[in-house]
């Protein structure tokens, strides 16, 4: 049912800017008015602002809304649509072969292709949060993809290092990718933000 429902929508009825422009309005009105779907409807409005005229819009009205705070994941399968619709994320992935967009992006939009790889599902994604990795400074996202994980490093605890006191040493296998979010150089060694 979902399939033929986006299918229905973005490409039998494909909403044209009269239909863009009132879907947002009852947007607006939804989340000025409070209430459970205010969050959500507020930042679709703003994805129709950030992106015009898009008919992806509709399509997202069909995910779920989920709003992370800092130090929040969330794992989903390669077969799980998804779209950010602000602020800043880490997105990791196994190495995919087809990425299929349904819109709210200038990238080729191909709705066949999404509709051939998604799992129409109607679950709750569940909201993730570190644990600690040991007595160190990782604290580890759980995750069952074996791929990847994503860690945080985090300094300020008694058993943390402090700015300036060295590098720190870490291993694992395979490659590892660091992204400062805090912080920076401190003394003779990184510091870790």
Known sequence: MLPA????????????????????????????GGGPFAGACAAYARAAQDCP???????ALLLNHVRLRAGQALFLDADVPHAYLHGVGVELTANPDNVPHCGLTAKHVDLDGLVAVTAFRTDEPKVLTAAPAGAGIEERFPSPAEEFRLSRLRRGRSAYPRPGAGPVHLTGPGAELFRATTGGRSGDGPAVG
């Open 53 to 59: 005229g898009d008919p992806g819009l509709v399509a």
């Open 5 to 32: 429902l986006l299918r229905h929508v973005l490409d039998d009825v494909r909403p044209g800017p009269a239909d863009l422009a009132a879907v947002t309005g009852a947007l607006r009105r939804v989340a000025d």
